[in-house]
């Protein structure tokens, strides 16, 4: 089974300019000359965890599983160069699940002309387990880290946030396009793709900064999902709860010097809205203001794996 899953690999992949080795050996070899740093990320997908095979195409959970690499090197402002893939496929009809996996996850691939190289395939009881990992170039700034807010920046974010759940956390589109052009044309301290929950993911900025970040939550994007979502348990959690702890929307949250927010917001150089949604201070934590300026602790919510 898995000789045959090489053999549709290899007819399928095709040739890249950066591969000289691909799917079939031991190792990919790749040719990478001119590249002097390089950013390496990898994110792995569950069965039960992540999204329910049993109601779900598999080549949406192959795009997603993609997608979610591509918006780690999004965070970083690397440009995608490569990657490999791993799957623990269950047993059963396990070489047209991955076939369907690969049918999601390739055309994603090749709109960023990223190089499919290889990767590891094995077949137990349990449930489906992807695992893809990346290999992206750091342009001539260096990669946009989480550790450079300063206070005074401003907290600009990419899009809307809440209510992925509803279908766009299979479906939505890495910001790698928007955070290369950014970090090439504006001054950018620190970034952050929000995959565990807006308020969860800027209180990750915030502790690497050694800062705090007071959010206007009057200006937080909130989707039209987020409503639906909210709408669906009158008196539970409200439109702005699940723009703020949802997760995988996948949006750009950059700490950017006040100068340059207002060039990036006059400007609004991409094809998806950037706003402004508050400002990086001095006291540590996270801090909501609504709109008459009172202010009172965030406390940061969204998705955390758990265990002993």
Not at 41 to 70: C, H, W, Y
């Amino acid at each position: 089974m898995e000789s045959r899953l090489i053999r549709y690999l290899r007819g399928r992949l095709g040739p890249h300019p950066l591969v000289r080795l691909g799917a079939g050996d031991d190792a990919a070899v790749l040719s990478m000359a001119g590249t002097s740093e390089c950013a390496i990320t990898v994110d792995m997908l569950t069965d039960q965890v992540d999204f329910r095979l049993s109601e779900t195409e598999p080549r949406r959970i192959g795009r997603k599983a993609l997608a979610v690499n591509l918006s780690d090197l999004a965070a970083m402002a690397a440009e995608p160069l490569a990657g490999v893939v791993a799957l623990a496929l269950p047993r059963s009809r396990g070489m047209e699940l991955a076939i369907g996996l690969y049918e999601g996850l390739l055309p994603l691939a090749e709109r960023y002309q990223l190089a499919i190289a290889g990767g590891d395939t094995n077949s137990w009881d349990g449930p489906l387990v992807l695992s893809v990992t990346l290999v992206g170039r750091v342009g001539a700034r260096g990669p946009l880290v989480r550790s450079g807010a300063r206070p005074g920046d401003r907290i600009l974010v990419t899009g809307q946030f809440g209510g992925s759940i509803l279908g766009r956390h299979f479906d939505f589109e890495p910001r790698v396009a928007e955070a290369l052009l950014l970090h090439e044309r504006y001054e950018l301290h620190a970034g952050i793709d929000v995959s565990d929950g807006l308020s969860i993911d800027l209180a990750h900025m915030v502790e690497e900064s050694g800062c705090g970040a007071v959010v206007r939550t009057d200006a937080v994007p909130i989707s039209e999902a987020a409503h639906a979502l909210a709408a669906r348990t009158p008196g539970g959690p409200t439109p702005l709860d699940h723009a703020l702890s949802d997760g995988e929307d996948f949006e750009l949250v950059l700490a950017v010097p006040p100068a340059e927010a207002e060039r990036i917001l006059a400007d609004q150089p991409l094809e998806v809205p950037i706003v402004e949604i508050g400002e990086f201070v001095r006291q540590p934590g996270i801090w909501q203001a609504n709109g008459r300026g009172e202010k009172s602790p965030l406390a940061p919510r969204g998705y955390e794996h758990e265990f002993d």
